[in-house]
């Protein structure tokens, strides 16, 4: 399989997370409550960090890069707001050439460092046309589309959940507290499907009408892989779209990355806010369980 320069397929997903932690704990990481993976354009999410230590996905030997623009490709450790925290800038897609065990490897990361919960993030197209660009979604589930799981072919011996329930995937106790705050904060968001597909083209009108007819409210080329992950590890996920772009077929406008980016950029005061309301809001609750 061709992967992009600088990572090493031959290299065990298991060995990938043992070095990164590693070399995180040795920069100074400790131990985190919350992981956050950053989809495209929102890397600012890590800028917020307090006493942030940073390693670059190119300086742990065989790790993938992210290799799509508005994926900076670092993790970042400190606290916010008072709260440790582990970030994902960037994560790594199919259409990369990775293969699917290695989408999962900033979750397995987080996991490894202590993370009691994970909030995952991403640009993703609009299929309601109620829910127009910049719309927030809080996803509620999703379809994959993708036809690949990242837990295929893993080493029986490492294997401590074989069949995870997916029926909780988006957890219910974390998306009512990220509706609460967003109520709290007057930040307008959305509640949908998310469906995961291959890419990197983007739909046609004929896809986008049948991910309509199956119940989907947003669609992406992500995500998908780190949900059945958190699920096999059992760590509870919130999941946020930001809606970039209404889908083909919604508008007469070409599709462009470009406007993946602006929409990240023009959205920033209120992901921002939303996100450290509600890390702060999730630690506090899991600290009292």
């Known amino acids: 399989m061709n992967v992009p320069r600088g990572a090493n397929p031959t290299v065990s997903p298991t060995a990938l997370v043992e070095d990164a932690v590693d070399r995180l704990r040795a920069a100074g990481a400790g131990r985190v409550e919350a992981g956050l993976i950053l989809g495209s354009g929102l890397s600012y999410l890590a800028e917020d960090v307090d006493d942030p230590m940073t390693v670059g996905y190119d300086e742990i030997p065989g790790f993938p890069r992210s290799t799509v623009e508005g994926h900076s490709g670092h993790f970042v450790v400190g606290t916010l707001d008072t709260v440790p925290v582990g970030f994902a800038q960037g994560r790594f897609h199919l259409y990369e050439g ?77 998306r009512e507290q990220l509706t609460a705050i967003a109520l709290e904060h007057e930040i307008p968001l959305r509640e949908g499907v998310y469906a995961g597909v291959l890419g990197p083209s983007y739909e046609t009108a004929a896809e986008i009408g049948l991910l309509r007819k199956i119940g989907a409210h947003a669609v992406g080329m992500s995500t998908v892989a780190e949900v059945v992950a958190a699920a096999e590890l059992e760590l509870p996920v919130v999941g946020i779209s930001l809606l970039t772009n209404y889908a083909t ?34 630690a506090s609750e899991l600290r009292s369980v």
């Open 98 to 174: 990775y293969p699917p065990p290695w989408l999962a490897l900033p979750v397995r990361v987080f996991a490894a460092l202590g993370a009691r919960f994970l909030l995952v993030t991403n640009a993703a197209g609009s299929l309601d046309p109620d829910h127009p660009p910049g719309t927030l979604l809080s996803i509620t589930d999703h379809i994959n589309l993708q036809f690949a799981n990242p837990l295929i072919g893993r080493p029986t011996d490492e294997v401590t959940n074989p069949f995870p329930d997916m029926c909780n995937a988006y957890d219910a106790g974390l």
């Open 249 to 282: 077929g919604l508008t007469a406008e070409p599709l462009h990355h470009d406007e993946v980016t602006e929409a990240a950029a023009d959205a920033r005061p209120r992901i921002e806010a939303l996100v450290r309301a509600f890390i702060r809001s999730a």
